[in-house]
């Protein structure tokens, strides 16, 4: 059976609606492992994301609000990456 879960990294299951960590043993063999809470990163990065969007909103400067924006999409594309099956 393949693994369609990148290895060592928490995935989104979208068919099994659950986290998935997938890691490989030094015998070869993929153990996936299941829960339904979010993981830590998801949610360090849900706070961070909060935080810099409220820094967005306070910002007055144009360049200023420029450099925060990326942040934000930085970090959404590494939350999104989290949802993706390999």
Not at 58 to 66: G, R, S, V
Request: aromatic share 10%.
């Amino acid at each position: 059976m393949k693994n369609k879960f990148p290895l060592d990294c928490w995935s989104w299951s979208q068919e099994r609606g659950e986290w998935v960590y997938a890691e490989k043993s030094k015998e070869g063999i993929i153990k996936l492992t299941y829960q339904i809470e979010p993981p830590e990163e998801f949610i360090s990065l849900t706070k961070k994301l909060a935080e810099i969007n409220k820094k967005l909103i306070a910002a007055e400067d144009p360049d200023e609000k420029n450099r925060i924006f990326r942040k934000l999409m930085d970090i959404s594309e590494k939350m999104n990456s989290m949802k993706k099956e390999c």
